[in-house]
């Protein structure tokens, strides 16, 4: 079995298997009304912002809280998550991210998520599912390995062995915007990039369908700007969602072992006082 079989299932595997019990399918959009105005056959949602942070300050939720939402969405000791969501799967990476960081590993991605399954012409409904309470069993250790913060980041620069990989649009790397276009340009105080981080927009690491190119094109796209599986690699972007789906296909896809997510981003990196940075 190859590792993209571990994580990922296709659009014809998710309508071959709607409704069986052994799966809970679930959105993650940017967009949180997309899923009210239709999603996949079978699919509940998780709002991004409200059901994966903790509300109070800028932190995810806790453990117990992720057990709480699990529960919530029917998930019970043998549930495997399926997850997807729009604009190649970006807010769903996030999820898939989160879950392992804390613990939970019985998750898969939709490869493509709902662009590649409207582009193939498939059904959307606006039907909630009755969803029946789950009991999904005790997690796993946090896996601190799989996130960054910021005094890691600062020493992290220029270090042997080291990368870092800014997987925003050119311009913000450039220093021209600090939020992608269509979002209110503001949060981080100034402009620009980390030094030493290669740029490879996250975008490039997938098809027109949303869909992930293939491990040949995957391995050039970052082994060009000296981004391999020899390093220590951090990924980051604004908010983090976007470098989730950059650790995915670097620490999921590719099997790179040292790939952490700095989910602080430009709009922490970007307000800090006194740290380097480059434009």
Known sequence: MSARDEVLVTTDWVAENSGDPAYRLIEVDEDTAAYEGGHIAGAIAWHWKDDLHEGLRREFLSQERLVELLERSGVGPDTTVVL????????????????RYLGFDRVKLVDGGRKKWELEGRELTIEVP????????A??????????????????IGGDGNALVDVRSPAEYAGELVAPPHLPQEAAQVPGHIPTAANVPWASAAREDGSFKSDEELTALYGNVGVTPDKDVIAYCRIGERS????????????????????????????????????
């Open 244 to 279: 989730s789906h950059t650790w995915f296909v670097l620490h999921e896809l590719l099997g790179y072992p040292a790939v952490r997510n700095y989910d602080g981003s430009w709009t922490e990196y970007g307000s800090l006082v006194g740290v380097p940075v480059e434009r």
């Open 139 to 156: 997690l796993g250790e946090v896996r601190e390995e799989l996130r960054a913060f910021r005094d890691e980041v600062l020493a992290h």
């Open 130 to 137: 009755d969803v029946a309470p789950g009991a999904p069993g």
């Open 84 to 99: 997807y969501g729009g604009n190649n799967n970006w807010f769903a990476t996030y999820a898939y991210w989160l879950v």
